[in-house]
């Protein structure tokens, strides 16, 4: 038996009639053209097709070699090249990668070297690769992928569709929903970070709550997710979390936002729905942050927010002689004020 | 043979009295209430028992189901409820809650499936799951726990007691004191970032130190401790670190001190006892920061620390179009104060 | 069949004489001195070898019990102890460490419990621990050596003398030239973080790039280094990238770059060749960074930098009071300008 199913059984190769169809747009050239593969505009050879979404790579239609150009019927008027005109074309640009995706699966059903407890239950279809564990009492749903040496723990429940790379560990009694996707070495329902000092020292508090990752969510590589010291740490439908991102116990987090890399919430933390934070932005614990909110990379919340818009924090870099100086003077910024006030009241008196 | 033992023994419910006793307090209320588990003041159930631990929850006691409240004597003026009073409640809920812990171990013994080195030495009592490895040499203590797929180099030493989650690694020749508690995708003794810089390329350092994890220490989900360059790094008794915390070769960190997730620390640092780094902190390298020292989240430090107290760095956060005015004004900040001291001499002149 | 080779063959002891000879230095003392460790200036015992690389250990000669030191020609002046003298003593004492480093192989072969697609093609002289998964069609050089639980997926060319730590994974068509390393965690080629917006949810784009190391790359613990959507994320010869570092998708970094823990570079960003960043810089998307760039700790890169020399972001680290004072002021900086400009106004027209 091969290790895996190394690729979609079909030809990837369709012509531009058939990719039309598939992502819903109007033909504008042949439709016998055929589309092998997908690249930039910049890139893009003859027989791949591209896409224009954001309307600064324009000029780039009038050089790109590409097979054709999926983009908006506005963006068209005078362009002569083969098209497929849509509203949304980055979308259909995402459709067709999976099209020339070559991820490999594992083979249908259990290898040998995979060690599944007697009680869990594995539903149809399933794809579990070499060196995985399965705990007691497990729930695998139909059609879910387990790469190799991902380990899942007593109870845990994993819904229809999920797909869980490569060394995932998920801890007991966590519940994935459907089509739920984890990368690798993503950790679920680690222990949280709660002890209680006494005499100098602290003691461990058990955390006996679980992590749930609703419908649709989506974890990073390497990503941590701590499970609940009472209740649960909860990740809402849709959800999309990126690398290294460190969740704590008992977060929420609202539907469909999106957590860029390096971002770490604090403990109990609730954040809305349709929020974006970018890269490395932390946010403190007991807090609540409403929905529709951007954070820009490697702020730091401090407070809870709750107006929908854009926050920041931190400074503009500069090269280092000139932010020695200036955070110099920072540092007597209060002094610096007060000197003002004193000029002010002087000004005043004259 | 069950993978693990699923579950404690034991019922772990119990009645009040009996719990009373466990904890050393003194119960005002029916012995024989059962308690099956434990909440929040907010959301415990008639069944369960809480706590009061922080005055800032106290008008929740008027409206609690919790079947008893763990509590100061001095917060229980007044309560009609029934409770359960001693001296530290966080305390006594943190005994409480490994009753209730359902965290699965291994069956007593090696997994069939584990390679454990004919050389290694395992203790009376280990549980040592599926997939695991045990290199050349290992000193494996009594009813030390490993969970799936941890990697335990040659010339390890783990003390009695230790708990090694899923997917560990421990490199070669690093010793660990007894309890010490690793959670899972940590790697303890990676080589530390050692180039010697010569005709424009990097060259390696061997790092042939290793890493020393005192008495119970705590280590966090993906966290990563390198092995020393030529001496080892050291992390004393007690300490608690949290996940995705990156300390460098030959760093030292002093008994007690608590480390949150996402912070770094660069080489050769050394950090007191009984220290506080809030999450994201970053420590630069070859500088001592001295016992009792808080640092507040996401702070970057630059120098070495003489005196105990609280420290921080950064700005505070605000609307992006506020804060973009704020960057621009703090590039030209030196400008500024330049323009003070001008209106200052005028001023003194007039 | 032991599980590693524990330790070179040889006795790693070695006169002073033979050592001067190895690091091509000219010795000053008795080249009959057995030379059995290496240790700082500090802390060396009167068998070990130690090293003056930085000035600022000098005073540290007059004391130090090393059997050696390895030195510049102009440092030994007026130094009485036995001395090994040479341009680079730091470059020296890199390759010495070679000699000492313990870290064990696994032993030449394959051990029992991988498992090897059939199509995999192994080069002489491997060394293939226990639990390693290798996918179809994976190419590996020779003298390769892959540490226990690491995941290697199809199509994967792994070129001679690279050394894959314990339970990395490296996916799907990414491809490593010669000796280059990977240490423990790390994960290539897990999926960029893309996603088409449509109607209030994320569709994921498939990401058909691939990783790119290119000869003599160094990658960090649990570090993360996402594949191309399109095209390939591409790390040049010589670039060594320590723990927890992040890599999105199409970044692209030049040779001889040095990156610290904790960085975090956002997608498509290109940085140039020798330059360092400092531990946890983040450097947003879709920029460029020129050659030869120094970027301090913590900072934050929103745009291009086309000039080569250091730059910094942030604020100087203070006790938390006084810190608290500059962010408020901080916060009406844009305030306080005005006001100087209403003072410099008001003295004009005096």
């Not at 362009?79 to 005109?85: K, M």
């Not at 649960?232 to 809402?236: G, L, M, Q, R, S």
């Not at 007991?286 to 401090?302: L, N, P």
């Not at 110099?328 to 007597?332: G, H, I, K, N, W």
């Given at each position: 038996?091969?290790?895996s199913?190394?690729?979609?059984?079909?030809?990837p190769?369709?012509?531009?009639g058939?990719?039309a169809?598939?992502v819903?747009?109007?033909?504008k050239?042949?439709p016998?053209?055929?589309?092998t593969?997908?690249?930039?505009?910049?890139?893009a050879?003859?027989?791949q097709i591209?896409f224009?979404?954001?309307?600064?790579?324009r000029a780039?239609?009038s050089t790109?070699?590409?097979?054709?150009?999926l983009?908006?019927p506005?963006?068209?008027?005078g362009?002569?090249?083969?098209?497929?005109?849509l509203a949304?074309?980055?979308l259909?640009?995402?459709q067709?990668?999976?099209r020339?995706d070559?991820t490999?699966?594992?083979?249908?059903?259990?290898?040998a070297?995979a060690?599944?407890?007697?009680s869990?239950?594995?539903g149809?279809g399933?794809r579990?690769?070499p060196q995985v564990?399965?705990g007691?009492?497990?729930v695998i749903?139909a059609?879910?992928?387990?790469?190799?040496g991902?380990?899942i723990?007593?109870?845990v429940h994993?819904?229809?569709?999920?797909?869980i790379?490569?060394r995932?560990?998920?801890?007991?009694?966590?519940?994935l929903?459907q089509r739920?996707?984890?990368?690798?070495?993503a950790v679920i329902g680690?222990?949280?970070?709660?002890?209680?000092?006494?005499?100098?020292a602290?003691?461990?508090?058990a955390?006996?709550?679980?992590?749930i990752?609703?419908d649709?969510?989506?974890?990073?590589v390497?990503?941590?997710?701590?499970?609940?010291a009472?209740e649960?740490?909860?990740?809402?439908t849709?959800?999309i979390?990126d690398?290294?991102?460190?969740?704590?116990?008992?977060?929420?987090?609202g539907?469909?936002?999106?957590i860029?890399?390096?971002?770490g919430?604090a403990g109990s933390?609730?954040i809305?729905?349709?929020?974006?934070?970018?890269?490395?932005?932390?946010v403190?614990g007991?807090?609540?942050?409403?929905?529709?909110?951007?954070?820009?990379?490697?702020?730091?919340?401090?407070k809870?927010i709750t107006e929908p818009?854009s926050?920041?924090s931190?400074t503009?870099?500069?090269?280092?002689d000139n932010?020695?100086?200036?955070a110099?003077?920072?540092?007597?910024l209060?002094e610096?004020?007060?000197?003002?006030?004193?000029?002010?009241?002087a000004?005043d008196q004259?």
């Open positions: 038996m091969a290790l199913d190394v690729l979609p059984d079909e030809d190769t369709l012509t531009l058939e990719l169809t598939l819903g747009g109007e033909l050239g042949d016998l053209t055929r589309v593969g997908l690249g930039t505009l910049e890139r050879t003859p027989s591209s224009l979404a954001n309307p600064r790579y780039q239609l790109t070699q590409a097979a054709a150009v983009m908006k506005e963006d068209a008027v362009y002569e090249g083969q098209a497929v005109l949304n074309p980055y259909a640009f995402a067709l990668t999976h020339f070559r490999p699966r594992p083979a249908v059903g259990v290898h070297s060690v599944i407890a007697r869990a239950r594995l149809e399933v579990i690769g564990v399965i007691e009492d497990v749903g059609r879910v992928i387990i790469e190799s991902s380990v723990h007593d109870r994993v819904g229809d569709d999920c797909v790379r490569s995932v560990v998920i801890h007991h009694d966590c519940h929903g739920v996707s984890i990368q690798s070495g680690g222990d949280g970070f709660g002890f209680a000092p006494a005499r100098g602290w003691h461990k508090i955390q006996i709550g679980a992590v990752l609703h649709d969510v989506d974890i990073g390497n990503t941590t997710i701590d499970r609940g009472l649960d740490t909860v990740i809402h849709g959800a979390i690398n290294q991102v460190q969740i704590a116990h008992n977060v929420v987090i539907a469909h936002t999106a860029a890399a390096c971002c919430i933390t609730r809305g729905a349709h929020c974006v934070l970018a890269g490395g932005v932390g403190v007991h807090i609540e942050i409403c929905d529709r909110v951007q954070i820009t990379g490697m702020s730091m919340i401090t809870s818009g926050y920041s931190g503009a870099f500069d090269s280092t932010w020695k100086k200036m110099v003077r920072l540092r007597r209060d610096l004020a007060q000197r003002v006030r004193a000029l002010e009241d000004t004259s």
